[in-house]
């Protein structure tokens, strides 16, 4: 029994690895853009046709991955898409065009989008190996690794390295991390294998996922907003100062990493539909009276409420389609995360459109609005999940 303790804590910090290589590597490529763009010469236009080329890579491996994930297992894929990334990582900082950078990008987006899916359907193996919630600890990882990579870049680029160097050396850094976690990853389940014959198929399940990407949709919108918008609303809107600015989305980053790693916790005592309603709302009240506040202090407090209210979400909504028919979880995060990301993609283009509209403060309430729709819609976590009891959890770490 003490080996088998130890075995399902290593396999618990391999899948923290994982999301925090994730984050580690998104941190410092975002960090380095302005100096790529720099080097290449590109507009605001041409560089947007290169980030989008970035995000068709994600969703294609995030749509892609599932059934492979399902047949050869959340570890191989996890493997094989960490090693990966800290590889193709490096690609987007010596591209010489925008045409290399724009295929560069958009396979780096390929894998980005398979670990997503791959981490994401092994920390829900471990959790149902952990018999207790785990998943919004592994996304409070991945946070943490988005906040070293972008120091990372920028120390790097205090230092007046080039953005090759930076993802040179945090593309190593992304190999180790990705050797560790192989060596320590949850094996295949044998629970595919078992509940494959409980369900007539995934058809009949596919409007209950495509609702629980919605509501990620509606999250990442939020998450969106905040990175693109926050600090020009507290500048140009509220009339801060441009030092101040940034503690906005500062405000909502250290928020939602807090949250994340409270929120297992409070989905045990909530429940993980209580834990979705009262997060959404704490969000949508936040925001909300900060919009209608109309200061730059104001503005800064409903950012960080709008991160701590969102923060648990995603985890409850992924674990919850992981474990709706864990023979085909891969198969439901690829449907749940690649609808979910589109709000972080398009997300921030609307609120701008809108803004051209209506002014963005107004354009801000859109993500306020989404957060009430979550709230109202958290009562969909309460459908039937496979009683986690119920598997072999012994022979997942065997």
């Not at 864990?326 to 439901?332: I, K, M, V």
């Amino acid at each position: 029994m003490a080996a088998h303790a130890a075995r399902l804590v290593r396999a618990r910090i391999a899948a923290s690895m994982a999301f925090l290589l994730f984050g580690l590597a998104l941190g410092a490529w975002t960090s380095r853009i302005p100096a790529i763009k720099e080097r290449l010469g590109l507009s605001d236009g041409w560089l947007s046709v290169a980030l989008l080329a970035f995000a068709a890579g994600c969703i294609a491996g995030m749509a892609l991955i599932g059934r492979l994930t399902d047949r050869f297992g959340s570890r191989r894929m996890l493997i094989a898409a960490a090693l990966l990334e800290g590889v193709l990582l490096v690609p987007p900082a010596i591209a010489p065009s925008l045409a290399s950078l724009a295929v560069a990008l958009f396979v780096f987006g390929v894998v980005h989008g398979t670990l997503n899916i791959a981490m994401n359907a092994n920390g829900i193996e471990v959790e149902r190996a952990w018999r207790g919630r785990i998943l919004s600890s592994l996304h409070a990882s991945y946070s943490l690794g988005g906040v070293l990579g972008a120091v990372a870049g920028s120390l790097f680029a205090r230092a007046g390295a080039s953005a090759g160097t930076t993802l040179v050396s945090v593309g190593a850094v992304v190999l180790v991390l990705a050797a560790w976690a192989s060596w320590w990853a949850l094996p295949a389940a044998p629970v595919a294998r078992e509940s494959s014959q409980r369900a007539p198929g995934a058809a009949g399940d596919r409007p209950y996922y495509v609702l629980l990407g919605v509501i990620v949709l509606c999250t990442l919108v939020g998450e969106g907003a905040a990175a693109d918008w926050s600090a020009v609303y507290l500048r140009d809107d509220l009339g801060s100062t441009a030092s101040f600015a940034p503690y906005a989305y500062a405000a909502f980053a250290l928020a939602m990493t807090a949250g994340r790693l409270f929120g297992d916790r409070l989905a045990t005592a909530l429940g993980p539909a209580g834990l979705v309603r009262t997060g959404a709302a704490t969000a949508a009240v936040g925001l909300g009276a900060a919009l209608l506040l109309d200061q730059p202090y104001a503005g800064v407090v409903g950012f960080g409420l709008l991160g701590a209210g969102l923060s648990g979400i995603a985890p409850q909504v992924f674990s919850a389609a992981g474990n709706h028919d864990p023979a085909r979880a891969g198969r439901a995060l690829s449907t749940v995360v690649s609808i979910g990301y589109l709000g972080f993609v398009l997300g921030p283009i609307l609120i701008g459109a809108a803004a051209t509209v209506v002014k963005l403060p107004a354009a801000l309430a859109i993500p306020v609005l989404l957060a009430l729709f979550v709230a109202i819609a958290a009562r969909a976590l309460n459908a039937r999940r496979a009683p986690a009891a119920s598997l072999p959890t012994e022979d997942l770490v065997a």
